[in-house]
């Protein structure tokens, strides 16, 4: 038997064991078709051309997609390097795999070169292909990893264009569709052709830094499913290390060390459901401790391309920090296979038509979402996203139409000419009569009905439709045909937006000075100008009367300052004490006696206490003599005052100070309280103080999103021996683990 076959015996013999009812028949009947056609064609590696699709079938089928898949991926390279036509293949398998072929031919002959918009061009045309059928794209990328696993044998320019595209094109394109594990392997493939060195450098120290931990993930693995066992809990633990890309461009990007990146290690814990995630969460949260702020819940709030798992770093014993993921089986079948998951169990369905609506909706969504939890990757998988605010929907004829998201028909007829919208009295969406407002989906076939009666488009189209082409072309249409009736509208619809802002037209209008300058502002020459701009939708009311208000509140707000300033000029000449007003409330007289301290060598001098450690009696402090503010005394602990960091010319300016006996003066310091969230958390803090005398200026708690709160206090104490009891009280409430001063 020779390479061909024996190769094609092993994957028939691994497909029958992911589906023991394969249709073997036809799958056979597939590679004999490309055995014939490819015939003596060679690869580069020198192995005969057939090794490709077949090794091509077999990720295919490690992704378990369905049969038409394997089929078509024998087949794939078929009407691009061979004699072999659409037809052929429609007629001798069926035209379903001819269009999967054919879709992964034409995304094969795309030439992805740098220029934006051409990419830009391409990847619509994939979204397209993805749109139509997403196991065109699936099988694309399988094409793709073979080929990068086998980039050795090509010459040193195609290695970087193909590198670089895998990086640019299909890595993110394999993200969206959630497929971790093909991703990874794509871009450490892509990455050691980009950057050799670089590559090889992580790589390396990798290696050094695991001889250093050895056995560490096997232990750790261990330990763990000790623990989870003896609490009963059924689960898979994984642990590995992560793939080099992911930790090259933390070093890289980020400029860390290998030290640094808290999760080189990552272990995962599968198990049967939801609620054994939270408890296996527990579990490790108790054997290890865990790193504050880095728990994400990912079951609670998916990723955009559904991704779910519990994630926490946490230290081990060894001081060596590591990521736990906590997942189950299912979550995990989607991580790593992500769309294509959604065929895994589709066995036996091979003549079904298999992007039936609700999957092709699931994609749909998949590609609209915007956010990304992590914005490297958002950056980088820009150019997908963009897609996401588009539709694309047919006409009659089968002409492509892109409009943004949401679009109607309205949009729709307005794309293909203004003569189209404005006649338009109906439209149909795949054969049906839909309504204006209907949102248009991806691959509707829409068309638009017409009249030469018809009355023009409604003001509220403007409302309905989502892009600007068809908003500017209803507009101008207003704009011509109706300038009378544009006034009476847009004048109803501004003295509405001004009642609803307290204010009357009458105000306006019964200065003209102020209505010149008022008109100035939005521009036009007079109210009748205005209001058929407001008319034909070119201005919206709301805006015109919001430019108004603040037109108004700025002109009255010059004549205020014109009087206060000529008020305090007047005051001054007088000789009375003057504040100029902020508009805030007045500040607080200073609290601070300026008996409480004794400075050195000068007698009543001014003195204040900084904000930046807010010192109470009984600290150790120190003076700084400002210029013209007097002297602004530290806490010696504070990093402003740390002799390391004084700056020599201002030297002589340190002073010696102490405090005084003391009086009956208080004084205001800051506390920092981080605690475990809970309800009534700030009560007890409340508690606490009011408990201790403390007086309590402000309190403000946040909860952080990793399940901690902070609370910032500034409070009132006599002195120092005071703080430390309220501090002391403090810690004890609970789930309090710190209390410490703000700065110092
Ligand atoms: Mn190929």
Redesign the pocket.
Known sequence: MDLAHERYEALERNILCANPSADVRRIRAAFEYANDHHGPQLRKSGEPYII??IA?AEIVNELELDQDSIIAALL??CI?DTDSTHDDIARLFSPQIADLVEG?TKL?RMQYTSREDEQMENLRKMFMAMAKDVRVILIKLC?RL??MRTLQYQSDKKQKEKALETMEVYAPIAHRLGMQKLKWELEDLALEYLDPVGYHDVKEELANITTLHAGFVDNMQAHIEQRLSEEGVKCRVYGRLKHIYSIYRKMYAQSKTLNEIFDLYAFRVIVDDIPACYNVLGCVHDMFKPVLGRFKDYIGTPKPNNYQSLHTTVVGREGIPFEVQIRTWQMHQTAEYGVAAHWKYKEGMANERLGTEREFEWVRKLLESQQDADPDEFVRTLRVDMFSDEVFVFTPNGDVKSLPAGATPIDFAYSIHSAVGNSMTGARVNGRIVTFETPLKNGDIVEIITSKSARGPSRDWMKICKSNEARNKIRQWFKKERREENIATGRAMFESELRHLGLTLAAITATPDLLDTLLKRVRFGSLDELYAAIGYGGLSAQKAAGRMREEMNRLGRLERQRAEHEAMQAAVSSGETVYPSTGKAAAPPPRHSVSGIIVEGLDNCMVKFSKCCTPVPGDPVVGFITKGYGVSIHRKDCPNADPARRKPEEEGRWVKVSWAQAGESTFRTSLEISAKDRDGLALDVAMALSAQKAKLNTLAARSQPDGYAIINLELYVQDQRELNGVINKLSQIPGVFLVRRAGG
């Open positions: 490709h699709p091509v794939h390279d691009e992964v094969t094409d073979h080929n």
